[in-house]
């Protein structure tokens, strides 16, 4: 326990850098997501194709892939963040990863919730003379939103997880301090690895316990 | 187009037009992003020291394909992704039937335990439990992976199978408890094979992420398919290094989009409503495409 005591600043700076990664990639990635899901839903072929590729592309390649192609084959490319430390440079590299990896999972939670919405509501809408801008904002997007809620709180609470492979790639949080930390103290892994994931639970519990509490409040009776 | 548009009237000539527009403009756009990558790509590289490497579609910056050492060592690297991925599926799949067990048991002395179990290890990052089981029961880099994965799917998979229960008709279990089965006999023998067969498209987009996430042994230093982009290019030259990343995504990208094909064929043949005519869907109220079986996933 006295290692945890001893390393506590350091795993705390982890801590902190693994939720500015999430922070960062939860922002980036709803924004982009939506953005995409929108292409995916539109009339016109092309955006739908466009995003289509994008998503399939993304889900299917496993994100270790992705962020060693930001650490390493990007700086190889000669296109890594200038006018910074390698530190700061590896962290905004992993952010871009985490988002450009996330997005297409938002994307398709928030498509799946739109899809689920019964075509009887859209008819309904219409047949009393609502139009366009009517259906959508007062019948289509009140039910969609609150369906699109459980997935997209799933995926960022993957997110979270997500976010310990970028200490597989020179960002030092949790898991890279941890690694700092069990260098400097290796006679007490156990205590040490056992507080990382006290770290982590004490993030994802609460986005889980959140969700359930989002879910009830929301909740479409049907 | 016909079906999926309740929430507009049918496009008329002018609105036709400026989708064809908006179509060609994206196209445009498309195109000028790819002509850029590619120019960018096939511009001479100039180095630290001001030395000047020739641009990413020079042969000799592809030339190892050639060799034969250097497939044998993707190949190695690929059949070390397989190995891991494959082991760790059958024991996952083990460790979900007999997590769902515990979890469902009549006596919440089980019941309770087995769900915070179950809490905890689905809260935690996968890597997190590759870098326990290596540190903490110093186990190899190899035996962490497949541990790690298996205990950490088999978690998932174990809720999968419960909620499969759970869905099924009480009907079911009330008629194998009437014809004299032990509850265990009835779960065994009537509620489970259902529960897998409705739940084995969700379980297959389950093993795809299970194959994704042995990248994560790269990390521990297990010698799968991505640790071969830096071992190749240490020993070939840091020039290959695109060209070995390059192909190892394609290996990857094919794989799981062959196993997620695999999986939509398998919820078309044995999921609910299979073997019956297929009733044409009534259109959603945006989309013009049919939801795939692989949204389903249960983590990402």
């Known amino acids: 326990m006295d290692a945890v005591i001893e390393n506590f600043p350091l795993l705390w700076g982890g ?17 982009l997501g939506t953005l995409v899901a929108a292409m995916r839903l539109s009339p016109v072929a092309p955006m739908r194709a466009v995003a289509t590729v994008y998503t399939e592309w993304l889900r299917n390649t496993p994100l270790t892939l ?30 871009i990863g985490l988002t450009l990896y996330t997005s ?7 498509r799946s919730g739109v899809n689920a919405i019964p075509v009887g509501q859209a008819e309904a809408a219409r047949s009393i003379g609502l139009g366009f801008g009517q259906t959508l904002s007062e019948v289509i997007l009140p039910q969609a939103i609150r369906m699109v809620i459980p997935p997209i709180v799933n995926v960022l ?4 997880k997500n ?19 069990i260098n400097a103290r290796g006679d007490q892994v156990l205590a040490i690895l056992l507080s990382v994931a006290v770290f982590y639970l004490a993030v994802t519990i609460p986005l889980g316990r959140l969700q359930t509490y989002v879910e009830k409040r929301v909740a479409v009776l049907r | 187009m016909s079906t999926s548009t309740v929430l507009y009237d049918v496009p008329g000539p002018k609105a036709r037009r400026r989708a064809h527009i908006v179509g060609v403009v994206i196209g445009l756009v498309v195109a000028a992003v790819v002509a850029w990558v590619i120019v960018s790509l096939a511009l001479p590289r100039v180095g630290a020291d001001g030395s000047t490497r020739p641009g990413y579609f020079d042969w000799s910056r592809w030339d190892v394909v050639n060799d ?51 809490e905890f290890f689905r809260g935690m990052p996968v890597l997190l439990m590759m870098l326990f089981i290596l540190l903490v029961f110093s186990a190899g880099s190899f035996w962490a992976g497949v541990w790690a994965l298996a205990v950490y799917n088999g978690a998932l998979i174990g809720e999968i199978l419960r909620s499969g229960v759970a869905a099924l008709p009480r009907g079911q279990r009330e008629a194998g408890l009437t014809v004299g089965l032990t509850p265990l006999a009835t779960r065994f023998l009537i509620e489970f094979p259902q529960a897998a067969r409705n739940m084995l498209p969700i379980i297959i987009a389950q093993l795809v992420v299970l194959l994704k996430d042995t990248a994560l042994a790269y990390i521990i230093g297990y010698g799968e398919l991505l640790r071969q982009v830096s071992n190749l290019s240490n020993y070939y030259g840091e020039q290959y290094k695109l060209s070995v990343f390059l192909i190892v995504l394609v290996i990857y990208l ?10 939509r064929v398998v919820a078309r043949r044995t999921g609910p409503g299979a073997g019956r005519p297929r009733i044409p869907r009534r259109g959603k109220v945006f989309a013009t495409q049919a939801l795939p079986t692989t949204a389903i996933r249960t983590r990402e």
């Not at chain 1, 297409?104 to 928030?110: D, K, L, Q, S, V």
């Not at chain 1, 609470?157 to 979270?160: E, G, H, N, Q, R």
């Not at chain 1, 976010?163 to 930390?181: P, Q």
């Open chain 1, 15 to 31: 801590f902190l850098r693994t939720l500015a990664l999430f922070g960062i990639g939860a922002v980036g990635s709803l924004v």
């Open chain 1, 104 to 110: 297409p999972f938002i994307a398709e939670g928030i």
């Open chain 1, 157 to 160: 609470i993957a997110l979270v």
């Open chain 2, 68 to 118: 034969r050492a250097f497939w044998r060592a993707i190949g190695n690297g690929y059949l070390g992704t397989l190995r891991m991925a494959g082991i760790a599926a059958v024991l996952a799949i083990v460790i979900g039937i007999g997590f769902s067990f515990l979890r469902t048991a009549r006596t919440a002395i089980v019941r309770v335990p087995t769900t915070i179990v179950l």
């Open chain 2, 254 to 263: 094919a794989t799981n989009l062959l196993l997620s094909w695999i999986a």
């Open chain 1, 163 to 181: 976010t310990s492979v970028a200490g597989g790639f020179f960002v030092v949080e949790l898991i890279g301090a941890s690694r700092a930390a």
């Open chain 1, 66 to 95: 992705v962020l060693l192609g930001f650490a390493v084959v990007v700086p190889n490319l000669g296109l890594a963040p200038r006018g910074v430390d390698s530190q700061t440079a590896f962290f905004i590299l992993a952010a």
